[in-house]
């Protein structure tokens, strides 16, 4: 496993952007998938990205607007999020695994989580 540690999260107007970051430990990083999934009050956990070493994938309610990237040499990945709307709002967590899926369970490393709020 791999500890993960987002930061990044915080207030901002409908139209704005906020990137998030997280920070993973050990050496071998870069053969992870990594993932950013977000969970709202009173809903369940969603998929919003993930990236593998060739290519990412985002879901449909951010594509367009959110961007995965990764250094691998900051043992970091990064979700710059443009054109934030209210719906937005939710903890965003960060997931490290071995499998290209949008299902949470398949990934076995998680941080603790950051606040987004996009206020209207």
């Known amino acids: 496993q791999v500890r993960l540690v987002e930061s990044g999260g915080g207030l901002v107007q409908a139209g704005g952007s906020l990137r998030l970051s997280c920070a993973a430990s050990g050496r071998t990083f870069n053969n992870y998938i990594m993932g950013w999934f977000r969970q709202a009050p009173g809903k369940e956990r969603e998929f919003v990205a993930f990236i593998t070493r060739s290519g990412t994938s985002y879901s449909d309610s951010v594509k367009g607007r959110f961007t995965i990237s990764r250094d691998n040499a900051k043992n970091t990945v990064y979700l710059q999020m443009d054109s934030l709307k209210p719906e937005d709002t939710a903890v965003y967590y960060c997931?490290?695994?071995?499998?290209?899926?949008?299902?949470?369970?398949?990934?076995?490393?998680w941080g603790q989580g950051t606040q987004v709020t996009v206020s209207s």
């Open positions: 997931a490290a695994g071995m499998h290209e899926t949008t299902r949470y369970a398949l990934y076995n490393s």
